[in-house]
């Protein structure tokens, strides 16, 4: 089928108490893990690629081995632009065919991050395409985005408030705790601002920095109204464990299918147990 509207995805999601999973890809193999994942869960499900990984391949590379799978998949999936800075690329990418894009101008002032975000739903709704956005400074690395913890901070709820009424985002990514990359002792999460937050605006909530997080701190985030979990590190490690643990095992043969094959069902395995923890499992 075509790729789906992220936004009808996300909006199912947060009645039904679920979430979807956004997994980053890497290349062809990554992205039919995540593919063939969904289709043996029957859960809708969102591709996801790093502005760095878009740059590395190109749009149009990219965008063809989504569209294979995409075509004869039994299951909803949509394809995302994650944490973007850059306007033209995410111009590139809404013309390449993506079917949602996230701007993330949440280093400005508060007022440019309003500004720069409008004009993106702008560009992208006149094609269709759905628009995350976020508030406040999620801790850690993803992609050439640093955050030192001393400059982290939590989004402010009426700020979040103003921010989904100006920009109108399908999505909105608020700093609640949580942080990219590998987590250095038990995160922090502000649940209650969590929920105060999703309680009053509008957009679905998207749930940053998802490795490493606890079953149960998932669940209570999915409970308070986060309706898209992030994963991207776990799908790092399995991606390089994967083929070098297969190597390490049967080092005298060299058979890369082999090697590939491995890698695939590691980033397979994990994302099943995702999409069965997040409850989007049998949801498409
Ligand atoms: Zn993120």
Same mark, same amino acid.
């Not at 929920?195 to 308070?224: N, Y």
């Not at 095992?249 to 994302?271: H, S, W």
């Given at each position: 089928?075509? +790729?789906?509207?992220?936004?009808?995805?996300?909006?199912?999601?947060?009645?039904?108490?679920?979430?979807?999973?956004?997994?980053?890809?890497?290349?062809? *193999?990554?992205?039919?893990? %995540?593919?063939?994942?969904?289709?043996?869960?029957? #859960? =809708?499900?969102?591709?996801?690629?790093?502005?760095?990984?878009?740059?590395?391949?190109?749009?149009?590379?990219?965008?063809?081995? %989504?569209?294979?799978? #995409?075509d004869t998949s039994s299951v909803p999936i949509a394809l995302h632009l994650d944490h973007?800075?850059?306007?033209?690329?995410?111009?590139?990418?809404?013309?390449?065919?993506?079917?949602?894009?996230?701007?993330?101008?949440?280093?400005?002032?508060?007022?440019?991050?309003?500004?720069?975000?409008?004009?993106? %739903?702008?560009?992208?709704?006149?094609?269709?395409?759905?628009?995350?956005?976020? +508030?406040? #400074?999620?801790?850690?690395?993803?992609?050439?985005?640093?955050?030192?913890?001393?400059?982290?901070?939590?989004?402010?709820?009426?700020?979040?408030?103003?921010?989904?009424?100006?920009?109108?985002?399908?999505?909105?990514?608020?700093?609640?705790?949580?942080?990219?990359?590998? !987590?250095?002792?038990?995160?922090?999460?502000? !649940?209650?601002?969590?929920?105060?937050?999703?309680?009053?605006?509008? =957009?679905?909530?998207?749930?940053?920095?998802?490795?490493?997080?606890?079953?149960?701190?998932?669940?209570?985030?999915?409970?308070?109204?986060?309706?898209?979990? $992030?994963?991207?590190?776990?799908?790092?490690? #399995?991606?390089?464990?994967?083929?070098?643990?297969?190597? *390490?095992? $049967? *080092?005298?043969?060299?058979? =890369? +299918?082999?090697?590939?094959?491995?890698?695939?069902?590691?980033?397979? %395995?994990?994302?099943?147990?995702?999409? *069965?923890?997040?409850?989007?499992?049998?949801?498409?």
């Open positions: 089928m075509p +790729l789906g509207n992220m936004s009808i995805m996300l909006s199912r999601a947060k009645d039904g108490g679920y979430a979807v999973g956004a997994f980053n890809i890497l290349d062809y *193999n990554s992205t039919k893990a %995540v593919v063939l994942a969904a289709e043996q869960m029957n #859960a =809708p499900v969102i591709i996801q690629t790093s502005a760095k990984t878009v740059i590395y391949w190109g749009t149009s590379a990219i965008i063809s081995w %989504v569209q294979q799978l #995409a973007c800075k850059d306007l033209d690329l995410i111009k590139e990418c809404i013309d390449a065919g993506w079917s949602s894009v996230m701007i993330d101008a949440s280093s400005k002032p508060f007022d440019d991050n309003i500004s720069l975000s409008r004009q993106v %739903v702008k560009m992208a709704r006149s094609k269709y395409v759905t628009v995350e956005a976020e +508030l406040g #400074a999620i801790v850690g690395v993803e992609d050439d985005i640093h955050v030192r913890h001393q400059d982290a901070h939590l989004a402010d709820p009426e700020q979040a408030i103003e921010f989904c009424k100006k920009v109108e985002p399908d999505c909105f990514a608020p700093a609640i705790g949580t942080a990219h990359g590998i !987590y250095k002792g038990v995160p922090k999460i502000a !649940y209650d601002l969590l929920e105060e937050i999703a309680a009053k605006v509008a =957009p679905p909530i998207a749930l940053h920095g998802g490795t490493g997080l606890a079953d149960d701190v998932f669940k209570k985030c999915i409970s308070l109204g986060c309706a898209k979990v $992030n994963i991207s590190t776990q799908l790092k490690y #399995a991606f390089i464990d994967g083929f070098v643990n297969y190597h *390490n095992a $049967n *080092n005298t043969e060299y058979n =890369p +299918l082999k090697v590939i094959d491995a890698q695939f069902d590691e980033l397979k %395995v994990g994302i099943i147990e995702n999409i *069965n923890l997040f409850g989007s499992a049998g949801k498409a």
